[in-house]
C-alpha cells in the first residue's frame, strides 16, 4: 500500500487550492451531493453482493454485455482483484515509474517480477500513465497482447485525454486484454470508490470468482447508476488540457524546474534545487497549496513532484509561489 499519495489533504487541514490530486479540481458536484442525500435511505439494507444492477447499467451505456463488465470499489481494488485472480501466472512485469499498486498487488499474490526477455505472464500499463502523463498507443498495447498471457490496462485517466486509446467495445476482441476504468475520476468523486473492469466474459468469470460479496456499497451503485448518464466533471476538456499545456510551459520556464512532457490534465516535474518534500510543505504552510510529492514513485529522485491543473488563476498562484521558494 502507497504511502504519501496524492490528495492528503486530511494532513493539512488549511488548504485552499489543491493540485496533489489528478482529479479535476474545480467540478462542481452539488448534483451528486444532492443525490446521495437523496439515496441515503439504501444504507437500511444491504447492497447487492455483486452490484449487477449497476454493471448492466456500464454495460449499456458502453454498448456491450454485462458479462463484460464487474464493477469494483474503485480501480484499486480491479488492481488487487485482477494479480489474485491470475496469480497461477506467477511472473509480472511493469513499467516504471508508474503507480506503485501493482507491484504491491502482484507481491501480495507471491508473484514474481520477470525479466524482459521472459514475455510471459501479466504485463501492467498504466495508460495515461501515472505520474508522467504519458498515452501508449493502441499498436504498443497491440504487441503487448501478443507477447504476454494477460495485459492490464488501467484506463483510470482515459477521460483525461484526447489521445486515442482502446474503447471497452475494442478492447473486448482481445481474449487477453483487461481494461480498468474508473468513474472516481471521471465525475470527480474520489471519496465515493468506484470503477470497473472490462474483458472477455471467461477472464470476468474468473475474477468475479475471486471477488469479495457487497464489494460496492449501496450507496456508490445508486450513484453509479445516476452518474452514467452525467457528462464528465470537465465541461471542456480540451480547453482543460490547453491549460495543462500553458501550465507546464510556466513551469518549465522556472529555473531549476525540469518538466516531462504530458498527454493528460497532470504534469510530472522535478526541482533541482530543494526537494519535493521541501516545497510541498513550504506550499502548504505558507501557501496553503498542495502538490504531489513524487519522490516515492520507483525510478524517480527526491526533487520529483506532480501536480494537476486547475484554472488560469490558480496556476498561475502555484507558478509564482514555486518561484518564490526557489528564488530564496
Not at 485552499?16 to 439515496?39: G, M, T, W
Not at 521541501?278 to 525510478?299: P, V
Request: glycine share 4%.
Amino acid at each position: 500500500m502507497i504511502e504519501g499519495h496524492g490528495d492528503d489533504i486530511y494532513n493539512y487541514p488549511d488548504i485552499e487550492l489543491n493540485f496533489s490530486s489528478n482529479i479535476y479540481p474545480l467540478a462542481d458536484i452539488a448534483k451528486v451531493e444532492e443525490r446521495i442525500k437523496e439515496c441515503s435511505y439504501v444504507v437500511r439494507s444491504y447492497p447487492e453482493p455483486s452490484a449487477n444492477s449497476l454493471e448492466i447499467a456500464i454495460a449499456t451505456h458502453l454498448g456491450i454485455s454485462p458479462a463484460n463488465v464487474i464493477a469494483t470499489n474503485g480501480a484499486t481494488e480491479a488492481i488487487y482483484l485482477i494479480a489474485r485472480s491470475f496469480s497461477h501466472l506467477k511472473g509480472y512485469k511493469i513499467l516504471y515509474p508508474t503507480f506503485s499498486e501493482y507491484e504491491d498487488a502482484c507481491k501480495m499474490a507471491s508473484m514474481q517480477s520477470v525479466a524482459d526477455e521472459s514475455k510471459r505472464g501479466i504485463f501492467w500499463l498504466c495508460n495515461p500513465n501515472n505520474p508522467d502523463g504519458a498515452v501508449r498507443p493502441k499498436e504498443f498495447i497491440t504487441n503487448l497482447l501478443r507477447n504476454y498471457d494477460i495485459v492490464v490496462a488501467d484506463q483510470s485517466y482515459e477521460d483525461y485525454t484526447l489521445e486515442d486509446i482502446f474503447t471497452p467495445a475494442e478492447g473486448l476482441k482481445f481474449s487477453n486484454l483487461i481494461q480498468i476504468h474508473s468513474m472516481t475520476k471521471k465525475y470527480a468523486v474520489p471519496g465515493l470508490r468506484l470503477g470497473y473492469i472490462t474483458a472477455n466474459e471467461s477472464i470476468i468469470q474468473r475474477l468475479r470468482a475471486n471477488s469479495i460479496p457487497w464489494g460496492v456499497n449501496a450507496i456508490a451503485i445508486e450513484i453509479g447508476k445516476y452518474l452514467i448518464n452525467e457528462r464528465g466533471a470537465v465541461e471542456d476538456m480540451r480547453n482543460y488540457l490547453k491549460e495543462t499545456q500553458r501550465l507546464s510551459a510556466l513551469l518549465a520556464e522556472i529555473d531549476g524546474i525540469i518538466v516531462t512532457p504530458t498527454q493528460t490534465n497532470f504534469i510530472l516535474a522535478e526541482s533541482k534545487k530543494c526537494s519535493a518534500k521541501e516545497l510541498k510543505h513550504y506550499l502548504a504552510t505558507q501557501k496553503r497549496m498542495l502538490i504531489r510529492d513524487a519522490s516515492n514513485f520507483k525510478g524517480l529522485t527526491e526533487g520529483h513532484f506532480r501536480v494537476a491543473a486547475a484554472s488560469e488563476e490558480a496556476d498561475n498562484l502555484l507558478v509564482e509561489a514555486i518561484k518564490e521558494y526557489l528564488s530564496r
